[in-house]
């Protein structure tokens, strides 16, 4: 597995990794999904060089996660706004985000509360089942192969084992 | 904000991404949660460096993320098994896989599927609200300062705009 074309996996994680997975990309998506949009603005948040910021951006825009987007003219300037395809991300960031209050907080509790618009509290979020409704945990999944993996002969797999 | 001290940041994705921004530390969490265990597996699938392997293995059972498990006695041999806290990383990878699979996806389809064992249905994960169990949007959500945030003062944040 080659870092340079992780995208050409037949794996959705694999493929997804390269997109997202790294730090500082991570850390913009999340600026992003707090309003973050220009620039100057990821770039005192998060103390990353300017080379490097304007690297994980363009990387983000070629992949259709972000939009360059003119808020000015003489001289023009550009903000970044999260896309359709940037927004789906959201459950992504939202697992991130739960797992960090639970397993990574300190005395002081959680840095940040989220509240849903649609009933008023401050909710955790939970993955459940598209068809049931029911809770997904990881000893509650089994894996098969789909039509896009290529490589292996169709077989069922218990994941994650507990034995 | 230092890379070397992103787990002490008040933000519960920085303290994440401090685990798990990695790009071989994801794909070794998907790998682990495909039931693999051992050094040379891991290494056969990702093809990458054993000093590379070594030193996500090891920060992972640092975090408390995995576990060095003996499977043999003389010669002393361990795999890496998943504890509690690894296994509550599930909704971040089963995220990862529903992005990539809707978004990144060739024209074959998904690499692989998932089966909700209590139903019994390949699904889609969806992420709900822990309070009224209604579905999760990022244009649904308001961020609050939490008791854990520290530098900065009380104020509502819409989240995401889409102005």
Redesign the interface.
Known sequence: ???AT??KE??????????????WT??IL?D????V?RFEAFQT????TRHLLADRLRKLVAF?VLERVAYQDSPKRYEYV?TE?G????????????????????A????????????G??????????????R???????????????RRAPR??????SS
């Open positions: 597995m080659k870092w992780l995208d037949p794996c959705s994680v694999a493929r997804t990794v390269a997109v997202i997975g790294d730090r991570l850390l999340r992003c999904f707090l309003r949009r948040r998060l103390g990353i259709g999260l395809r927004l789906a991300l959201h459950p992504v960031l939202m697992s991130i985000v739960h797992w960090g209050d639970v397993h990574m907080s300190d002081r509790g959680r840095p940040m509360l989220h509240e849903h618009k649609s009933c509290h401050v909710f955790d979020p939970v993955m459940t089942c598209s068809v049931c409704g029911g997904i945990s990881a000893r509650d999944v089994l894996t098969h192969d789909g039509p896009g993996l290529i069922a797999r218990r994941t994650p084992s």
